[in-house]
Nanobody
Framework: QVQLQESGPGLVKPSQTLSLSCTVSGGSITAGNFWSWIRQPPGKGLEWMGAIAMTGSTYYNPTLKSRTSISRDTSKNQFSLQLSSVTPEDTAVYYC????????????WGQGTQVTVSS
């Protein structure tokens, strides 16, 4: 059973870079297709931010692409998100998730981590 766990700061100041990691257990990030980051701002729906494929290729939401970077550390079986130049509108619950089939069906999710952007 694949399990995902997000970690990172819960509070980030405006203009800084948000950095989160997702530790995977029960499976390898070099398999399993697309390892993704998804967020949900308060009162809004889920927003796909991007993904890193088992090959290491990355894919980004066009609206966030200029500020987003996803990478991985295969030795730690982790993948990470960096979102630069954050504003209060980036306040959200951030999830890491696995789309094993590549069809935007996320079968495995982390529990989510709240990130607040505030000075």
């Amino acid at each position: 059973q694949v399990q995902l766990q997000e970690s990172g700061p819960g509070l980030v100041k405006p203009s800084q870079t948000l950095s989160l990691s997702c530790t995977v257990s029960g499976g390898s990030i070099t398999a399993g297709n697309f390892w993704s980051w998804i967020r949900q701002p308060p009162g809004k729906g889920l927003e796909w931010m991007g993904a890193i494929a088992m090959t290491g290729s990355t894919y980004y939401n066009p609206t966030l692409k200029s500020r987003t970077s996803i990478s991985r550390d295969t030795s730690k079986n982790q993948f990470s998100l960096q979102l630069s130049s954050v504003t209060p509108e980036d306040t959200a619950v951030y999830y890491c998730a696995l789309d094993p089939g590549g069809g935007a069906s996320y079968d495995y999710w982390g529990q989510g981590t709240q990130v607040t952007v505030s000075s």
